[in-house]
């Protein structure tokens, strides 16, 4: 059409037309490969956690912003020294307590903190999606900024950038078998696909029309950039492009269920292992707990997990703060650590006493630390109505009718704005879902109810309890 109307815009002919490829972008990094025979590496290969640590923090150090600072070097390396089934054998749920100790420098943390680990990708995925690329796994690379390239033509390799093993750097930054890729790799790929049904499949993906389908083929089944790779044998990505687009492969968060009073240089995490079904009925599973559910203390004892500890959203309480505690399910993590935390404070210094609602389906599948929280709520324990606390559980399905936290805390409202009364502060964590705006609207309740006031300034109360410092929540997905 613009050849008719003027011939001029193609002065060569139609035949002239700029193939595909070149109307792309150029990725934004370039692969370096080297000659290690030829180059003194200042790291042995043995695998002491030094050397460990060193090639964790080269790998993350290239990867161009993917990864904040702070988690490029590991705070240390943690060893599982226990997996311990929380829910009945062939119940739905699969929760585990997991407790790990130091093997590089001691942990330094508090209760209510949170701990980043690292998951390790199943090897067989890594050397699948390496074979699948055809990459040399035993090459040695550093990547650079594209539009740095040429501030590198005449500099030799930096010791912060200096070569790793290409496996290493897949291993260490790239979730090539968890996380699934966005909508511009398909588009990548539409470039690279030699076969022409593929490369029109790819195209319709990436463009508006396709954005519905997209979404059922990629995100509702959460396929991942191995799978999508095998689903399109045609396409050759270079290693480049691969680098830029395939999804950081991510620390996963947990909350400490553990005190460092009570276990000196341990930190212990519950966590739910995580699978699912998709619409079309492929299993899917979570990289890290399920990799976490398989270690076996005393047949994997050479695993070091890396691990970063930071602050989360609950700081800890000090001892002669009264507490009102509410986590159900996995939410009860942190808790536990309270816990441990104030027992042992109460050893040498009088506390404040403590209320804790918890909920779980059933009594008999899912009670998740049964005896520690009996042993605590028996007479003269910490958790007792002897010592001015509480401990309350909903079950909510052994009965007809569903019991919830919050129908727990209606029953104890006196006790609740009692100790509220006496400065109490509100601690709740668990299921983003839903629960805790639930809890947040009893509270109105039962301070609306027991201060005889509206639920507009109970509303106000809660807020000013919040600017306070005293309303404190840590939910997660």
């Avoid at 790990?100 to 050397?127: H, K, M, N």
């Avoid at 076969?195 to 463009?207: C, G, M, P, T, V």
């Avoid at 396409?235 to 460092?260: C, G």
Wanted: net charge neutral; with cysteine; proline share 7%.
């Amino acid at each position: 059409m613009l050849n008719q109307i003027n011939p001029k815009f193609f002065p060569e002919g139609l035949g002239t037309v700029v193939p595909d490829m070149f109307l792309m972008d150029q990725p934004k990094v370039r692969i370096e490969y080297h000659d290690v025979d030829n180059m003194h590496l200042p790291l042995s290969t043995t695998s002491d956690l030094k050397c460990i640590e060193m090639r964790i923090q080269r790998a993350r150090s290239m990867c161009l912003g993917k990864f904040s600072h702070n988690i490029k070097r590991p705070d240390c390396f943690l060893k599982m020294i226990k997996n311990h089934r929380l829910t009945r054998a062939g119940c739905e749920k699969d929760v585990r307590h997991f407790e790990f100790e130091a093997v590089s420098s001691g942990i330094d943390y508090e209760v209510g903190d949170v701990v980043e680990l690292l998951p390790c990708q199943r090897p067989a995925a890594v050397d699948a999606f390496i074979k699948r690329c055809n990459l040399d796994p035993e090459s040695f690379i550093t990547v650079h900024p594209r539009e740095a390239e040429i501030h590198f033509l005449d500099v030799s390799v930096n010791a912060s950038n200096f070569p790793i093993k290409l496996k290493t750097f897949v291993e260490s930054t790239m979730d090539v078998a968890s996380a699934s890729p966005r909508r511009y790799f398909f588009e990548v790929m539409s470039f690279f696909a030699t076969a022409q049904h593929e490369k029109e499949r790819l195209q319709y993906f990436a463009s508006p029309e396709g954005r519905d389908d997209l979404y059922q083929y990629n995100q509702k089944e959460r396929r991942t950039v191995l799978e999508v790779l095998e689903d399109f044998p045609s396409v050759q990505m270079p290693f480049e492009w691969l680098v830029q687009l395939v999804p950081p492969l991510k620390t996963r968060a947990f909350s400490i269920s553990s005190s460092p009073s009570a276990h000196p240089n341990q930190v212990h995490l519950t966590v739910n292992i995580v699978s699912w079904m998709t619409p079309y009925k492929r299993k899917q599973t979570g990289l890290c707990s399920m990799w976490l559910a398989s270690l076996d203390p005393q047949e994997t004892p050479d695993v070091y997990i890396p691990a970063w500890f930071h602050k989360g959203a609950l700081p800890p309480p000090p001892p002669t703060l009264p507490l009102i505690l509410i986590g159900p399910g996995t939410g009860c993590a942190p808790f536990r650590g309270f816990v441990e935390e104030r027992s042992m404070q109460s050893r040498f210094n009088s506390t404040a006493p403590i209320l804790f609602f918890f909920g779980c389906r059933n009594e008999e599948n899912d009670f998740l630390y049964r005896e520690f929280w009996n042993y605590h709520s028996q007479q003269g324990g910490l958790l007792s109505e002897e010592k001015g606390g509480g401990f309350y559980v909903a079950f909510s399905r052994d009965q007809p009718q569903k019991i919830y936290v919050q129908d727990k805390m209606r029953e104890n409202s006196k006790k609740i704005w009692s100790l509220l009364g006496e400065g109490a502060a509100i601690y709740v964590a668990g299921s983003s879902t839903k629960m805790p705006s639930d809890v947040f609207s009893c509270f109105e309740e039962i301070i609306s109810k027991e201060n005889g006031v509206s639920r507009e300034s109970a509303l106000r109360w809660l807020r000013i309890l919040e600017r306070a410092g005293k309303y404190h929540v840590e939910a997660w997905s």
